[in-house]
Protein backbone atom coordinates (compact mmCIF):
# COMPACT_ATOMS: atom_id res chain seq x y z
CA UNK A 1 0.00 0.00 0.00
CA UNK A 2 3.56 2.07 0.68
CA UNK A 3 5.79 2.56 -2.00
CA UNK A 4 9.42 4.05 -1.43
CA UNK A 5 11.86 4.47 -3.89
CA UNK A 6 14.74 6.75 -4.60
CA UNK A 7 17.72 5.21 -2.51
CA UNK A 8 21.14 4.79 -3.81
CA UNK A 9 24.29 5.27 -3.20
CA UNK A 10 25.92 8.98 -2.62
CA UNK A 11 28.88 10.68 -1.59
CA UNK A 12 29.44 12.28 1.73
CA UNK A 13 28.15 16.03 1.52
CA UNK A 14 25.56 15.16 -1.10
CA UNK A 15 21.57 15.06 -1.89
CA UNK A 16 18.97 12.23 -2.32
CA UNK A 17 15.17 12.85 -2.77
CA UNK A 18 13.47 9.67 -1.84
CA UNK A 19 9.51 8.93 -2.52
CA UNK A 20 6.76 7.01 -1.23
CA UNK A 21 3.50 7.02 -3.11
CA UNK A 22 -0.21 5.69 -1.80
CA UNK A 23 -1.54 3.40 -3.61
CA UNK A 24 -5.22 4.77 -3.18
CA UNK A 25 -6.85 7.68 -2.13
CA UNK A 26 -7.47 6.60 1.82
CA UNK A 27 -4.02 7.90 2.25
CA UNK A 28 -4.32 11.36 0.67
CA UNK A 29 -5.45 12.83 4.45
CA UNK A 30 -3.61 10.96 6.74
CA UNK A 31 0.24 12.15 8.68
CA UNK A 32 3.44 10.34 6.90
CA UNK A 33 6.65 9.78 8.69
CA UNK A 34 10.30 8.52 7.79
CA UNK A 35 12.20 6.15 9.60
CA UNK A 36 15.37 4.45 9.12
CA UNK A 37 16.95 1.93 10.08
CA UNK A 38 20.90 0.83 9.57
CA UNK A 39 22.12 -3.06 10.29
CA UNK A 40 22.36 -3.81 13.91
CA UNK A 41 20.25 -0.70 15.25
CA UNK A 42 16.60 -0.15 16.25
CA UNK A 43 14.53 1.83 13.44
CA UNK A 44 14.59 5.15 14.14
CA UNK A 45 12.41 8.07 13.61
CA UNK A 46 13.32 10.68 10.98
CA UNK A 47 10.75 12.92 10.08
CA UNK A 48 6.85 13.25 10.10
CA UNK A 49 4.52 15.65 8.01
CA UNK A 50 0.62 16.42 8.89
CA UNK A 51 -1.85 15.62 6.87
CA UNK A 52 -2.27 19.15 5.09
CA UNK A 53 0.99 19.14 4.37
CA UNK A 54 1.71 22.10 7.29
CA UNK A 55 3.22 20.63 10.67
CA UNK A 56 6.40 18.81 10.30
CA UNK A 57 8.98 17.15 12.73
CA UNK A 58 11.96 16.60 12.67
CA UNK A 59 14.54 14.15 14.58
CA UNK A 60 17.50 16.52 15.94
CA UNK A 61 20.02 14.49 13.50
CA UNK A 62 18.46 15.44 10.41
CA UNK A 63 17.49 18.97 11.52
CA UNK A 64 18.26 21.70 8.95
CA UNK A 65 19.35 18.82 6.50
CA UNK A 66 16.16 17.16 5.75
CA UNK A 67 12.87 17.68 4.55
CA UNK A 68 9.65 16.34 4.52
CA UNK A 69 6.45 16.98 2.04
CA UNK A 70 3.45 15.74 0.69
CA UNK A 71 1.53 16.18 -2.62
CA UNK A 72 -1.65 14.64 -1.58
CA UNK A 73 -2.71 15.24 -5.44
CA UNK A 74 -0.14 12.53 -6.28
CA UNK A 75 -0.75 10.45 -2.84
CA UNK A 76 3.18 10.89 -2.75
CA UNK A 77 5.42 11.87 0.36
CA UNK A 78 9.35 12.91 -0.11
CA UNK A 79 11.90 13.02 1.64
CA UNK A 80 14.40 15.55 0.68
CA UNK A 81 18.03 14.48 2.21
CA UNK A 82 20.89 17.38 1.76
CA UNK A 83 24.78 17.34 3.11
CA UNK A 84 24.46 13.89 3.70
CA UNK A 85 26.56 11.77 6.08
CA UNK A 86 27.69 8.89 6.57
CA UNK A 87 25.68 8.17 9.67
CA UNK A 88 22.99 8.59 7.43
CA UNK A 89 23.23 5.15 5.61
CA UNK A 90 20.19 2.83 6.51
CA UNK A 91 17.35 1.86 5.25
CA UNK A 92 14.66 4.72 4.95
CA UNK A 93 10.65 3.36 5.73
CA UNK A 94 7.65 5.27 5.07
CA UNK A 95 4.83 5.01 7.59
CA UNK A 96 1.35 6.23 8.02
CA UNK A 97 -1.77 5.76 10.59
CA UNK A 98 -4.99 4.57 9.80
CA UNK A 99 -7.21 5.75 11.40
CA UNK A 100 -5.79 9.44 11.42
CA UNK A 101 -4.54 10.33 14.68
CA UNK A 102 -5.85 13.72 16.23
CA UNK A 103 -3.98 15.68 17.48
CA UNK A 104 0.52 16.39 17.42
CA UNK A 105 2.38 14.19 15.37
CA UNK A 106 3.84 11.55 16.18
CA UNK A 107 7.92 10.19 16.28
CA UNK A 108 7.36 6.22 18.08
CA UNK A 109 7.49 3.25 16.02
CA UNK A 110 4.20 2.08 17.52
CA UNK A 111 2.29 5.57 16.60
CA UNK A 112 1.98 4.58 13.09
CA UNK A 113 0.95 0.69 11.36
CA UNK A 114 1.12 0.44 7.83
CA UNK A 115 4.70 0.91 6.68
CA UNK A 116 6.66 0.88 3.05
CA UNK A 117 8.87 -1.91 1.80
CA UNK A 118 11.82 0.42 2.62
CA UNK A 119 15.06 1.79 0.44
CA UNK A 120 18.50 2.14 0.92
CA UNK A 121 20.38 5.22 1.47
CA UNK A 122 24.63 4.45 1.23
CA UNK A 123 26.68 7.34 2.14
CA UNK A 124 30.22 6.76 1.45
CA UNK A 125 32.63 9.39 3.25
Known amino acids: QLQACGGGLVQAGGSLRLSCEAS????????MAWFRQDTGKEREFVAAVGYNNINTIYADSVKGRFTISKHNMKKTVYLQMNSLKSEDTAVYYCATRLPRVVGGLRTGIADWNIWGQGTLVTVSS
Open 24 to 31: DRTFVNVN
